[in-house]
């Protein structure tokens, strides 16, 4: 690990300022994903400033009936916070699916947004990646890319996000809400707050420098049946081949958001049109332009096969 | 003849990626805190802490894991160092009652914790009943996992008693029970490559079962 300053802040404004001080420094909150990468010199910020101080660890009701979760949450208490398992179920389940008891109760709500992809080749120093090092390559394409995108996805990366929380997220139209170092506050919708790769891999998301998450809104509960479905390679502890999170109402319409497939969590509100007519064509519509590989070619199927058992649970 | 100090500060300089283990000794005396150090030089920073029950404060490289705290610091080796990235639990302790991986987090971001390790449960003469339990049913075998299995299972026992629900847990707004699936689920993140598994379930069921 290289060698870096920390400090503690008190305010979010202060945590904001003090990054735009310092362009060559991380926030730093759990630190699980962070750490792991600063171990292996991917990430290699000259200063920490460690937000854990903030108060931003609350889930509170907004005024139209919706919870906003602040930055700080850990992973364990928004899964188990009795509103976010009643009326957001789909959320618990996403966040349940997702590492482990450990990493959960670290783990805070704006980190997991942040963390970075697990591509094989993101983490291998010896082999080229643009999103790594811009400009150097892509090893992926033409490499082992089972795990990888089969949409988005670009000539420079074909990496996925790796959370499940965020997806379920994007199903729910959550709010990424900031705060820049000039004190200036915006709300993000989650389906603007992810980037495709395009030529710019390395460029995750459209925060600025230096601004700070605060806190995820979400809209008034939507009522519906909620499932959040993840296929992996081990029945625990393993990332998304591919993962549907659903809220489907009685009359057959809702909300479908894949993960383990995209760069970002993956929505397309028009596909949802096809919901009434099953997994086959709402699949088909969600996907339409897939670029798979060779590798990673059975996630269409199942994507498909996953939607079919996700609209058979929420319907029985 | 350089002194030991030397060749530490020259091995330290060589070797950015080796951690932070061998700098408290001699950085104690070093440039006064108060002016930023250059970048890419190692910065210490103070943390005071609880371990087991005693008030612990330690001049600190700011790149110093918990877990590496612990070990090299306190020389409390009971936490293993298994991956040192949070993909085995070898070295799972408990802050302030809740289970985390302590690789994966620096001793400068807790101060004022209270922190656990297996050395805080019980000792040869005085088992806890989680350790006993482990004994009894053959929980182990090389016994690496073992520190990281007993924290975590004592911790997931009380998430269980919080109505923490997990990944297996039909229904989320039900009080989660104490079953070999849920055992299973909640104990994913701690790995055991002997493959004790089927006897840490039996060691945890009996504890959580007599907590009831």
């Not at chain 1, 033409?142 to 997220?169: K, N």
């Not at chain 1, 502890?237 to 970002?264: N, P």
Request: net charge neutral; hydrophobic share 40%.
């Amino acid at each position: 690990m290289k060698a870096f300053s920390f400090e503690r802040v008190d305010s979010p404004a202060a945590a904001a300022a003090a990054a735009s001080a310092r362009p060559d420094a991380k926030f730093i909150a759990g630190g699980t994903n962070l750490l792991d990468l600063m171990k292996l010199q991917i990430e290699t910020p000259a200063h920490l400033i460690d937000v854990n101080g903030l108060k931003l660890d609350q889930i509170e009701p907004t005024d139209d009936g919706g919870l906003r979760i602040g930055a700080l949450v850990r992973n364990t208490a928004l899964a188990a916070d009795e509103r976010v398992r009643r009326d957001y179920a789909v959320l618990s389940r996403a966040l349940l699916a997702g590492a482990s008891g450990q990493l959960r109760n670290r783990a805070t709500t704006a980190g997991n947004l942040l963390q970075r992809t697990r591509c094989p080749y993101f983490y291998d120093t010896a082999q080229p990646c643009n999103k790594r090092e811009p400009g150097s390559g892509c090893s992926a394409i033409g490499g082992f890319s089972r795990q990888l995108a089969v949409i988005g996805s670009s000539e420079a990366c074909i990496a996925t996000h790796p959370s499940d929380m965020a997806v379920a997220m994007r199903a729910l139209d959550a709010k990424v809400e900031t705060v820049k170092p000039d004190g200036a506050k915006r709300a993000i919708p989650i389906a603007d707050f992810h980037r495709l790769p395009g030529d710019t891999p390395h460029i995750e998301t459209v925060l600025e420098p230096a601004e700070l998450i605060t806190a995820v809104t979400l809209p008034k509960p939507a009522g519906g049946k909620h499932v959040y479905r993840k296929v992996r390679d081990r029945a625990s502890y393993a990332f998304a081949l591919v993962s549907v999170a659903a809220v489907i109402q009685r009359d057959g319409s809702g909300h479908i958001a894949l993960g383990g497939v995209a760069h970002k969590p993956w929505r397309r509100e028009a596909a949802e049109g096809e919901l009434p007519r099953g997994a086959k064509p709402t699949a088909a519509a969600l996907l339409e332009g897939a670029k798979p590989t060779h590798d990673n070619a059975f996630k269409l199927n199942l994507v498909e096969r996953t939607l079919g058992a996700v609209l058979a649970e929420a319907r029985g | 003849m350089p002194t030991p100090e030397q060749l530490n500060l020259n091995r330290r300089a060589l070797m950015v990626a080796a951690g932070a283990c061998a700098t408290m000794p001699i950085m104690s005396g070093g440039a006064p805190r108060a002016q930023p150090a250059p970048v890419g030089q190692p910065v210490n920073s103070r943390v005071s802490f609880t371990v087991n029950g005693e008030a612990r404060s330690l001049e600190l490289d700011t790149r110093t894991t918990l877990l590496d705290a612990l070990r090299e610091h306190l020389h409390l080796t009971g936490t293993k160092k298994g991956c040192d990235h949070g993909q085995c639990g070898a070295c799972t302790v408990m802050v302030d009652g809740q289970r985390i991986n302590s690789c994966l987090t620096l001793a400068v971001m807790h101060p004022n914790a209270s922190v656990t390790t297996i050395e805080g449960l019980g000792n040869p003469d005085r088992l806890h009943p989680m350790q006993a339990a482990f004994v009894k049913h053959d929980g182990f075998q090389c016994g690496y996992c073992t520190p990281g299995q007993i924290c975590s299972s004592l911790a997931m026992l009380d998430e269980i008693k919080a109505g923490i629900p997990s990944h297996v847990s039909s229904d989320l707004n039900a009080a989660p029970q104490l079953s070999e699936a849920e055992i299973r689920e909640r104990l994913s993140g701690n790995i055991c490559r002997c493959g004790a598994y089927s006897n840490i379930v039996e060691a945890v069921s009996e504890v959580g079962g007599r907590q009831g």
